[in-house]
């Protein structure tokens, strides 16, 4: 299932009682952009239901994407007016669009790095960093795979760490216990936060890996490839093994203290380590004073867990929901 396909019909009747609880009665009135306000633009549906319009460009993190994109096709039932389409560059290639000035909202698996917000700072991009769930990543193997069930993290990094270009080639390489199948290896690109984040917690450095493996900033085409391949091995978000889980098998992780399954309560509980993880998106403070992206953030940290859990994404505990909310209304209160 692709993100465009996620309708979220469970959740969105109680998403939209919840936004349209928090509008009241207001003239609405044009803004100097041309899209349409109202003297309290925080609700989703507009003061006193005023419609909205205008276009919100998001674009970044393929791990995220489907989350605001969830969010987006809810957003869109209450301001059908409001475009907020979701590309997915890969965390790398939407902070490049965002510190352009080309986008509005950069979708992040990881944090942004001090390079990209010195480029952001050179064109005068402000941004706050919010957190909007938790992800477990997914070391996955084909259904075929009967040999492996748990792989510690120095078995990981034997397979993907640079020394390992040209030399571990097959799982028997790995562990003389497993067989002599090739191993043959799908990862998200080098533009992907997933791929930074990965490549920190295993092999020590970010970007550090070997580069004789199939790449792709599309995770259904890492699902495809090891589906298809016996002694395939990938990784990638929780929520894409989750949609996969019929051809995939997610491999449990073992950094020192036993081997434990990716899953929303060990991600939550801290016991998926080291590669549980936040997931953020970044609003520029410019974009946030047109009351279309206002609304659209309120939206979407208004419904934010209820969001997550229908898209299959691990929602945020209570305190992290909370700090997300103050966060929007600082922001707001800031720009």
Known sequence: MTSG???????????????LAAACGGDAKPSSDGSTTAANPSAAGGEGGAQLSGEIKIDGSSTVAPLTQAASELFSEEQPQVKVPVGTSGTGGGFERFCAGETDISNASRAIKDEEKAACDAKGIKFTELTVAVDALTVVVSKENT????LTTDQLKKMWEPAAEGKVKTWKDVDAKFPAEELKLYGPGTDSGTFDYFTDEINGEEG?????YSPSENDNDIVTGVAGAKGGLGYFGFTYFEENAAKLKALEIDSGEGCVAPSVESAQGGK???????????PSTTAVKRPEVAAFLDFYAGNINA?????????????????????????????
Do not use: H, M
């Open 5 to 19: 396909q996620r309708r979220l019909s469970a959740v969105a009747t109680a998403a939209l009682v919840v936004s």
């Open 307 to 335: 969001i997550a859990k229908d898209a299959k994404f691990i929602p945020l505990n209570p305190e992290q929901e909370a700090k997300l909310k103050t966060d929007i209304t600082s922001l707001k209160s800031a720009g």
């Open 272 to 282: 998926y380590t080291p590669l549980a993880r936040s997931l953020f998106i970044y």
């Open 147 to 150: 040999w492996a069930t748990c």
């Open 208 to 212: 550090a890996s070997r580069k004789d």
